[in-house]
């Protein structure tokens, strides 16, 4: 289920580690990739984002929308992160991070975050945008349209086989239906 204080800490976390801001292009990019990372390593994603293919490859759909100012659940994005200016977005937090301060994430989840920086952190806008191309198979050509990715097809291109795949997309759905039963009591 779709995490808005998770997804907002991760953008604090690369915004931070980008000097206070960074095109929108490549930080809806390390999001992705790091969600894929967490599913690669723990076979869920940080934020419970729905992942999407768009024209310049995968994002996280929330997620853009949070960017883009359309919505926002609790307020936690605008905490974390500044408006979109063009094509740039920067922190809102004023100050170093720290552990305690990101308190959301799990130890694992900074781990999955730090490495994914370390990967891909360096890597320009569209240079990540073409990565994500050729590396996430998973996602495919939307037309000018966007396709949802469904977490199946995640777990494939990461190389699992079809009944592992299959077995972990049915754990986060039922995951998923918890989750929702927890939030409305």
Known sequence: MFNEKKVSQMAAFFLEKGHGSMPVLKLMKLLYLADRESM?????PISGDRMVSMPHGPVLSRTLELINGECSDTNDWSHWVTGRAGYEVGSAKHGPLNRDSLGALSDADIEVLTDTWDR???L???EIRDLTHTMC???TDPKGSMNPIPPRDVF???GRNMQ???EAQERLAEAAIV????ATI
């Open 40 to 44: 690669d390593r723990y076979d869920e």
């Open 120 to 122: 891909f952190g360096q």
């Open 124 to 126: 320009g806008k569209y």
């Open 137 to 139: 198979g998973e996602s």
């Open 156 to 158: 494939l291109a990461l």
């Open 164 to 166: 592992q795949a299959n």
């Open 179 to 182: 989750d929702r039963l927890f």
